[in-house]
């Protein structure tokens, strides 16, 4: 052997020979780690040819395409001269990409497979099923006639639809449906033209990207966009079973807009996430804002109703209108929704779960359970937040003089005026607002020709508190019957703590503030209360819903540039059950005492929200005992009350239970034996001319 190797022929012949057979070994492995010629992919300018190549390049790909669209191959994207594991590529190479470096037994290992991704034009008036991802290029897709048709999306498809002439369209799957982003996403006009998305008790598609239809010409004089998500007009109707409509936006019903003579019907599904706001308003552009009502529902519609479904995290940015981030109703709209949970809403106004304009009828209904025991009725309104820093700067909504609902032929003032006063700068503030026209020398009037002109008072704005209209603020007719089903802390009595202020019907003339009342108020629990010609500010003491029945409509997360975080009305709502017969509400009375205290020569002293003090009334002819505690030196007893009308007298006996840490620190009282109270009202009936 060793004189073999000495041989130097034979030793330069094994060394061609072995480098040869190493050269043939090799040459695969190369184009495996390096590619060939023909693994360059040959149209390189594509999305199509490069997705889901992140995933491959590692982080020295991403850094190489910075500036770059992501996902589109550039010059960059190739291996041009770049090593791998410090190698250079063989001389003679081409460089290809990485997304080839796969081992030839198996080529689609560690590789995610790219969308299928279709463009096509889709026949109008006729059913299709989407599958995958698919862009309509001759968006929208019509559907008209009296023809019945199936939209079927399992995939995403990319379009507008239209549905207009009477035809009805199913739209069914659990995939989604993405907006153009230059209208409406579905609009649904002319008489007997339908739309029903989902499918009762099932699942339905998404629809989302939609940026609102050119608005009604008499709706807020045609100015903005309507219906984000889904346009209503005409005679149209809009059926929602399941699905979701979500993040679309626009001028008013960023999510969902039915105008008069339209029909809309929810039952389940969940509108979420959508937006009233302006579309082309900026921080230092003139004017007021033309974001206006319902950031998830705007309907006009006189028969809506919601028997089922989530309406939630909706906003409307407006600082014009009512409100409404959750749902509006406007002033031809009824809404009837059977059970909900209205909670965590809320409202830079009043009202953090439901407001009420000047037009509103409002009712709270009864309780009602099925045989089951499942809830039907009742609507819980509790946990809402209202802040009372933003007022609508609409001037009809500060002052208005609706018919009175108790008076025929009379009118009653209405609107913010009460709570917020007209004092000095409100002026100023309204004439940025809308229909500054208004205000006429310095004073907001109402009416053709001025007929009513509102004097510039402070009316209650001085006592009205705040914290008195978290969830509920109505400006015309309230019905809040008895809810027995929240749970509320130890030892609370009330159901609702509130406020209520009115003036007597008006007919042409200046109106100041003759005639104004005002009034703390409570609402016992297991108590019904009714308010008409007046508005009413209610928060509920409840702290948890205790039903132990998950009440078929949530509405929660929503808020409002003003009023009404959940919802706002300027039509009428109706939550759960009220009977159609004449019913008789007995509002109860409160008797308002004053605590004082004194030293020893009879200085008055200053009273602290720290000194608390307790006190019994009991009634004298039914041995009744009511308790109540000092606030801020404030006695307020909610008593029940009277079924029939007349003067009423009524005798109390008031007593002082101090404390004994109060005895110790040389408190005393001054009635220990107690002292008669001696009460006198007069009951009044009111009769409700419209139920609303």
Not at 32 to 49: C, H, M, P, R
């Amino acid at each position: 052997m060793t004189k073999l190797l000495q041989n130097k022929s034979i030793i330069k012949f094994l060394g061609i020979a072995l480098s040869i057979l190493l050269i043939v070994a090799l040459v695969p492995q190369i184009n495996i780690a390096y590619g060939s010629k023909d693994d360059v992919l040959a149209d390189t300018g594509t999305e199509e040819s490069v997705e889901d190549t992140d995933d491959l390049e590692g982080a020295e790909g991403a850094e190489n395409a910075e500036g770059e669209e992501e996902g589109v191959l550039s010059e960059e994207n190739v291996l041009d001269g770049a090593t791998l594991d410090g190698e250079e590529p063989p001389a003679g190479e081409e460089a290809g990409i990485m997304a080839t470096a796969l081992p030839e037994e198996n080529p689609d290992a560690g590789a995610e497979t790219p969308a299928d991704t279709t463009s096509t034009a889709l026949a109008n008036n006729e059913s299709h099923t989407i599958e995958g991802d698919v862009t309509n290029t001759s968006s929208p897709l019509t559907f008209s006639g009296n023809g019945a048709y199936t939209l079927t999306v399992n995939g995403t498809l990319h379009s507008d639809i239209r549905v207009t002439s009477g035809a009805t369209l199913s739209i069914v799957g659990a995939g989604t449906i993405q907006g153009s982003g230059i209208s409406s996403v579905i609009a649904i006009v002319g008489s007997n033209s339908k739309v029903i998305l989902g499918t009762e008790n099932g699942v339905g598609p998404t629809v989302t990207g939609g940026k609102g239809s050119e608005s009604p010409g008499n709706f807020n004089n045609g100015a903005g966009t309507v219906g984000g998500g889904v346009f209503v007009n005409d005679g149209a109707s809009f059926i929602m079973h399941s699905g979701a409509i979500t993040k679309n936006e626009a001028g008013a019903g960023g999510g969902v807009f039915v105008w008069n003579g339209c029909h809309f019907e929810m039952t389940g599904g969940e509108i979420s996430s959508n937006k009233a706001k302006d579309p082309d308003k900026t921080d230092d552009s003139d004017g007021p804002l033309r974001a206006h009502e319902g950031g998830g529902i705007f309907t006009d519609a006189k028969d809506t109703k919601i028997t089922g479904g989530s309406i939630i995290n909706n906003e409307t940015e407006t600082t014009t209108d009512w409100g409404g981030g959750g749902i509006y109703i406007n002033n031809n709209g009824t809404l009837m929704i059977p059970s909900a949970l209205i909670t965590n809403n809320s409202a830079a106004g009043l009202g953090g779960g439901v407001a009420g304009c000047p037009h509103a009828k409002i009712i709270i209904g009864e309780k009602e359970t099925t045989s089951a025991g499942q809830l039907e009725s009742s609507a819980a309104v509790f946990k809402n937040t209202a802040s009372g820093t933003s007022y609508p700067l609409n001037t009809v909504l500060r002052f208005n003089v609706p018919a009175s609902v108790v008076s025929s032929g009379k009118n009653v003032p209405s609107g913010d005026f009460f709570l917020t006063g007209m004092g000095e700068g409100e002026i100023d503030k309204l004439l940025n607002g809308e229909n500054p026209g208004n205000v006429v020398d310095g004073k907001l009037t109402y009416g053709w020709s001025t007929k009513y002109t509102l004097e510039n008072k402070d009316y209650v704005s001085k006592s009205f508190k705040v914290d008195l209209a978290q969830d509920y603020y109505c400006t015309l007719a309230s019905y809040v019957s008895a809810d027995n089903t929240l749970v509320r802390g130890d030892g609370e009595t009330l159901a609702w703590r509130g406020f209520e202020v009115g003036m007597p019907p008006v007919n042409g003339c200046s109106v100041s503030d003759t005639g104004l009342w005002s009034r703390e108020i409570g609402i016992p629990v297991g108590q019904s209360y009714e308010s008409h010609d007046a508005t009413l500010c209610l928060t509920n003491t409840a702290t948890a819903d205790n039903v132990n029945i998950a009440r078929s409509v949530i509405i929660t997360g929503n808020k409002s540039g003003t009023h009404g975080g959940g919802i706002a009305c300027n039509g009428a709502i109706k939550f759960g059950k009220f009977d159609t017969e004449e019913k008789t509400t007995v509002n109860p009375y409160t008797v308002s005492l004053t605590k004082k205290i004194v030293n020893s020569l009879g200085d008055l002293l200053d009273i602290g929200s720290d000194d608390v003090f307790r006190f019994e009334l009991t009634d004298k002819e039914t041995n009744e005992t009511y308790e109540g505690y000092t606030e801020n030196g404030d006695l307020k007893f909610i008593l029940p009350g009277f079924s029939t009308e007349g003067p009423k007298e009524k005798t109390f006996s008031l007593k002082e239970i101090l404390t004994n840490e109060q005895k110790d620190a040389g408190f005393v009282s001054s009635i220990p034996d107690g002292i008669d109270v001696h009460v006198s009202l007069n009951v009044k009936k009111e009769v409700v001319l419209e139920s609303g």
